[in-house]
């Protein structure tokens, strides 16, 4: 099996399954405890949050230990929306894209049903913010911006560094998803100057289930309204037992991320050009969705237009290929992604997601292109 799932190419990185399993067997103590082996485990964390905070050129006490981007996201935007409530603010518009992860737009749905005012800022066809809309529909009733660093399906990599000041020149916040770009482009919390920041470890081969919010100046600079309650831990925005062996994953992860960056980086693009390359040369009805030149090292979103993705798939049993978001599975609608990007309903059926990794090789390109045009020269003929 060749693995093009953007996924499958994050497996954990077998360096940070070795630092998590001590803490597994040997180090299992409670983080809480108030003897040596927690004592242990707690000085474990630490390190793990300064390993984190470090990767995002952040302070430790600014980062939030979470399941995952999609608990960040929640905490970020219901905790502020919640939080500002209480305090008797009266800014009651949130601003994002419809591009967002799921776990972007439930949530500001579900504040619309609150009656908050939820404005989506349009992008162009590449999938870039509309910077022009977005001057005009972040006003002074604006409490949260939230817009994604890169996005999951065509990887358009958003100028978070303008959008941060539009929303600040209104006095809002600005709140980033940045799962898809932690580990994959340099990202810097200061220079960015962004107010909130999610990310999730198996996005940069660390493991599932464990995740952090960046909050500028820490919960007390920053206070949020707490999803669960029930413990003090996390600064008592998420209590529970903490999942040492997970955070030590996370914070090795992301070490190695912030040493191997950009060799990982430069390696992963000429694969991706490779592989379009002998796509795209091969298969001239194919093309490609988003922005070339600005967007994530390890992302392809091709369309093979008047072939649908599942009956290439159907056709490809060796390699394990993506046809949109893993958040969005089981839909029977097009990718809302490249429907506001423009593509038809039925282009949108027709468009795979590649996504290659820091395991990816030179050969498994070549053989997966191969195999994909000739599936396609295969189905190209049935369908004439």
Known sequence: MIYLDNHA????????????????TAHYGNAASPHGFGFQAAAAVAQ?????????????????FTSGATEANNLAILGIAQKHQRLGGRRRRIVTTAIEHKSVTEPCQYLAELGWDIIYVPVNQKGIVDEQEATKLITDDTLLVSIQAANSEIGTIQAVQRLAAIAHERGALLHCDAAQAIGKISVSVTDWEVDLLSLSGHKLYGPKGVGALFLRGGAKQLPLVPLMRGGTQEYALRPGTTPVPLLIGLGMACHLAEAELSEDRDRIIQLRDDLEGRILHALPFVRRNGCEQNRLPNNSSLTFSGIEADALLANLPNLAISTGSACEAGSLDPSRVLINIGLSSSDAFCTLRFGLGRFTTADEVEHAAHQIVTACTKLALLLD
């Open 48 to 64: 793990a949050r300064e390993e984190v905070a470090s990767l995002l050129g952040a302070q430790a006490e600014e980062i939030i």
């Open 9 to 24: 190419t994050t497996a954990c990185d077998p360096r940070v399954v070795q630092a998590m399993l001590p803490f597994f």
